[in-house]
């Protein structure tokens, strides 16, 4: 900022930008921290990667939380082609549960138990039940099972030991190409899906708008 004395001569236009452009009350002000911006910016960067990879880990539950809660009939196990099923589908399945080659297993931190059988006359295809529905009669005398079918593949590394054990075991090999009907899990129990993928990308909005808000000029004001 300038300052005229009284009888002081005018100053020129040149002089008073000069003077408007290095005005030393701005030149005295401490400069941003730059260790600090760019902590804050990887910061940043990492929380919107976290989020696109969550939102990308649920892809799968999305997709199938917008089907239809209407299954989809496959007809008798052992008349299914392998090559015909679909996969991340709500279907309904017929056939005979292989009681006799189940494995009972446990996931959570709560320790839920789950069962995983055949079904007669076939081995591609396999049922995924809660192992309390068993202890009703009905559920066990049960030929029709209606649910997701997935692929082992598709489940990953969570069933790599029911894999190995019904391959060793019990003389059943699964391939990551074998199917998984995972019984009484329709579309809308996946709604949860939708709401957490909404908020990942939420969070990548609001960092997205943080960075265009950190980097856009100033525009100077003209007295």
Not at 19 to 31: F, H, Q, R, S, V
Not at 62 to 79: S, T, V
């Amino acid at each position: 900022m300038s300052h005229l004395e009284p009888g002081a001569p005018p100053l020129s236009p040149a002089a008073l930008d000069r003077e408007a452009t290095l005005d030393p009350e701005l030149l005295a002000l401490p400069a941003p921290p730059r260790g600090r911006r760019l902590w804050a910016m990887t910061l940043m960067a990492a929380v919107v990667a976290l989020a696109l990879g969550l939102a990308s880990s649920v892809r799968s539950d999305i997709a199938y939380a917008l089907l239809p809660n209407r299954a989809e009939l496959l007809g008798d196990a052992i008349h299914l082609n392998p090559a015909a099923l679909p996969s991340n589908a709500f279907v309904l399945v017929r056939g005979t549960p292989m009681l006799s080659k189940m494995v009972r297993f446990e996931v959570g931190l709560f320790g839920a138990a789950y069962v995983v059988f055949p079904l007669a006359g076939q081995r591609n295809v396999f049922v995924q039940l809660p192992a309390d529905a068993l202890r009703d009669p009905r559920t066990a005398a049960n030929t029709e099972f209606a649910g997701r079918m997935v692929t082992f593949g598709e489940l990953g590394g969570r069933f790599r030991v029911v894999r190995e054990f019904l391959g060793q075991r019990l003389g059943l090999p699964v391939t990551a190409e074998t199917f998984l009907v995972v019984a009484d899990d329709p579309p809308r129990g996946h709604l949860w899906s939708l709401l957490f993928g909404a908020f990942c990308l939420a969070i990548v909005a609001l960092n997205g708008w943080l960075f265009s808000r950190w980097f856009r000029p100033l525009r100077r004001k003209h007295a």
